[in-house]
T-cell receptor, first 113, second 110 residues
Framework: DTGVSQDPRHKITKRGQNVTFRCDPI?????LYWYRQTLGQGPEFLTY????????KSRLLSDRFSAERPKGSFSTLEIQRTEQGDSAMYLC???????????FGPGTRLTVL | TQLLEQSPQFLSIQEGENLTVYCNSS?????LQWYRQEPGEGPVLLVT?????EVKKLKRLTFQFGDARKDSSLHITAAQPGDTGLYLC??????????FGTGTSLTVIP
């Protein structure tokens, strides 16, 4: 399978705990995006990488959120001290270059109790 | 902030009917994409339109990009239950972000 993969698919955690999600993009894609989607809404942009460089972050990405793409391949999104409001679907997408078509992974559904 | 507004937000129709979903913005986009998303899954790309006035057809789906590249429509002919899902438009701005619409949830009743 050469599509975008995300792990885990589901995560249930207690408020205050830290969680980390992983995204593996399509191998030849330079750009990697993270989005958050709540029920009934469209995805909201969080951040994106060009290779290993994090080039833009949304103001939605509070200090509790950090994303990395250390070798320009897979990426991780960590949420520290989770809050109930962090409950959402976290989507990863990749594209070959800026403004090009994005291909999404299946998402990680986070539930914070 | 959602720069793209979709209408209607919800649509429930009988199998065989036609429908149109609209995606509107006051912003100009260099390209616009349409996705379909099923519950618990990521969005799946249907089409990308780039040129103002462009029309693309994908079987029973017809996509149009407005002349000014600010709006788009998706028309489905003879809808089938397999068309059920959340339809999302997304615009690529002059920066590096993709802006997603509010989504249209379509249910096709057999």
């Amino acid at each position: 399978d050469t599509g975008v993969s995300q792990d885990p698919r589901h995560k249930i955690t207690k408020r205050g705990q830290n969680v980390t999600f992983r995204c593996d993009p399509i191998s030849e894609h330079n750009r990697l995006y993270w989005y958050r989607q709540t029920l009934g809404q469209g995805p909201e942009f969080l951040t994106y990488f060009q290779n290993e460089a994090q080039l833009e972050k949304s103001r939605l990405l509070s200090d509790r959120f950090s994303a990395e793409r250390p070798k320009g391949s897979f990426s991780t999104l960590e949420i520290q001290r989770t809050e109930q409001g962090d409950s959402a679907m976290y989507l990863c997408a990749s594209s070959f270059w800026a403004g090009n078509e994005q291909f999404f992974g299946p998402g990680t559904r986070l539930t914070v109790l | 902030t959602q720069l793209l507004e979709q209408s209607p937000q919800f649509l429930s129709i009988q199998e065989g009917e036609n429908l149109t979903v609209y995606c509107n913005s006051s912003s100009v986009f260099s390209s616009l994409q349409w996705y379909r998303q099923e519950p618990g899954e990521g969005p799946v790309l249907l089409v990308t339109v780039v040129t103002g006035g462009e029309v693309k057809k994908l079987k029973r789906l017809t996509f149009q990009f407005g002349d000014a590249r600010k709006d788009s429509s998706l028309h489905i002919t003879a809808a089938q239950p397999g068309d059920t899902g959340l339809y999302l438009c997304a615009g690529a701005g002059t920066g590096n972000q993709f802006y997603f619409g509010t989504g249209t949830s379509l249910t096709v009743i057999p």
